[in-house]
């Protein structure tokens, strides 16, 4: 009875679960519709200087890092049919393999970011100041929208990870998933966020 | 029953593997975080009141009277940020919604108990962030607190912080709102549907959708301006190439609807008391329970009202004033159906029916008013006159800050298990309602005049109001110390409570004052309507 203080119902409800990281996936979707709006404004009020910008970026890094997400969605939609019929090896292995393509993706941020540091373009700088208008809006929404969703990546990757020690632990097995389901909805997220971002960004060139 | 109430350990005295302060900071239980949340709610709604008191002394006179200008800049701000989002958008849902939600509709706790907890923590943090833009930089945000651009990028005040603070406390909002759809959904007891369940978990089901889905709009919106202080992104700044008016856009788009948040609940409690202080059931269930919707779906719509004078299309405004128009009415439903259900009831007027009648008149005045505001010529007129500020304290002070202290006097007896002096009660609220009149009427009719809003100095024609509205405040202030001493005198010394002192008919009535821990000793009785009285 003591333990009741903390945990006054143990009971467990999948369901509620669930409905519970749809209700919070529904908050990051308006949180980057924010974003999308203030894109779409400034898009619809300075189409060529955006188009002009976007030359800036590596299409072919861009195209890569999508592969890179959808692979990664594939892999760990393999690692949760792999819990639940009970393969918790390969479920491991595919959360590995999705938490490397991550990373791979974050070191490809690393790079194009790295570049355009490197050229004096980052927000606050005084290259930035000195574009106009459309331009300079196009690179702050670059570096905001693709910050704040590399930042989600770094969520992602935690959950996947916590969901990695659990499957160790035990603690999911194959009838009972709803952490790693849950975990692989929000990484489902994430990569339905770049997959808007990407074409907005890199193909309006 | 005598077994049971051997048994009977209430929620206040259970000991469990915390002891002392953090048997109530690491609780999980939604009876001691509502009341973690009154109490810090009720501390900062004094803080609050100071600043707001204050205001009121250096307005008593034109010209500088106690404060310099730019101290006045800070205290209206402070006075905003604190009331508005540390008291009136957490205020019903975090208390009322977190003690009675699960009591409503038979459930054992929330959905996630300790996101509950953890809500409560941020919401600590937010608020200790907001204080402290008091005594950093070069002093407090002196924006006011809608945080307008191009000045909120560039004034030298604590504005980071601020809206930093605003962040995280509008965080702790969307998780207890999270919280509470889950806790709707999945844990009404067995044979209570939707169409069956009493009408507060509607305005708290409502009101959570909103928090839910607005916030994040502001999230976003704030660390767009704040990365404008510190980086110059641009968005708002015209000579970068962005616009004004698109902050105000996107403040406004959550800042609407969060007035819905603060009265959805407040409307589910005057539901609660009326027919329980009229014995009658009430009058149009499924109106009730569809316009709380209705006002929560189509106040999304309507954010276009703040800005009349910034700017927009014509199209754009007679768009907005319609929509304006349209979300009223199932406000007026609402009071109507009130109003209903009193007549042929057998009335007794208790503290909280008092509160709640106060309620239905100061909520009229606020909501007309609105309709004046909300109509694009006469909105010119008023737009920024203190007209406006005493539109929204009718409103927000006068109905969802009344409908807190009707509350509080309506559940007082099941979360403490005591009662409190009934006549000192009615006696504080009658002063209360005489002081808030004084206060807030005179404004409408210099603000109609001219009297700009958020001016430290003033013409002298408008001076007789001012003192008025200075008496009042002094009132009120001291109808608000007598309400809280005498329930804090109630819960320490009060006569022992009974389970049903009020005589209600829904859940947290059939079970003890205050109740245990786990809330339903045995499982709960559903009842096919949850208003039948004798």
Known sequence: ?205 | MSNETEKHVSYLDYKGEYKGIFAWIFSTDHKRIALLYLYSIATFFFVGAILGLVMRFELVAPGETIVKPQTYNGLFTVHGVIMIFMVVIPGLSAIFGNFLLPLHIGAKDVAFPKLNRFSWWIFIVGSIMAIMTQFLRSGPPDTGWTFYAPYSTSTGTSVILATSAAFVLGFSSILTGLNFIVTIHRMRAPGMRFFNMPLFPWSIYAASWIQLLATPVVGITLIMLIFERLFGIGFFNPELGGDPLLFQHLFWIYSHPAVYIMILPAMGVITEIIPTFCQQKVYGYKAIAISSLAIAGVGFLVWGHHMYTSGMSEQARWFFSLLTFVVAVPSAIKVFNWILTMYKGSIDVKPPFLYALYFIFLFIIGGTTGLILGSVATNIQVHDTAFVVAHFHYIIFGGMGFAFFAAIHFWFPKMYGKMYNIKIANFASTLLFIGFNLLYFPQFIIGYQGMPRRYYDYLPQFQWAQVLSTIGGVVLFIALITMVANLVRGAKKGQDAPANPWHGSTLEWSIPSPPSLENFDTDPVVKENPYEYN
């Open chain 1, 1 to 205: 009875m003591s333990n009741l203080e903390n945990h006054p119902h143990v009971h467990r409800d999948d369901e509620a679960q669930k409905l519970g990281m749809w209700l919070f996936i529904f908050t990051e979707l308006l949180l980057f519709g924010g974003l999308f709006l203030v894109y779409s404004i400034f898009r619809a009020q300075y189409p060529d200087n955006f188009h002009e910008s976007s030359l800036e970026l590596s299409v072919t890094l861009g195209v890569i890092n999508t592969v890179i997400l959808l692979v990664s969605s594939m892999s760990v939609a393999i690692s949760l049919t792999a819990v639940q019929k009970s393969n918790y090896k390969l479920a491991k292995l595919m959360l590995l393999l999705t938490v490397a393509l991550a990373m791979a993706f974050m070191v490809n941020k690393y790079f194009e970011w790295g570049a355009k540091f490197h050229h004096g373009l980052y927000p606050g700088s005084e290259l930035m100041h000195l574009l106009d208008r459309g331009h300079h809006l196009y690179f702050s929404l670059y570096f905001f929208m693709t910050g704040l969703h590399a930042l989600h990546i770094v969520v992602g990757v935690i959950l996947l990870l916590i969901s990695y020690v659990k499957i160790t632990k035990g603690k999911i097995q194959s009838d009972n998933f709803m952490h790693l389901e849950n975990a692989a909805l929000y990484w489902h997220l994430v990569d339905l966020i770049w997959i808007f971002v990407f074409p907005l960004l890199y193909l309006i060139s």
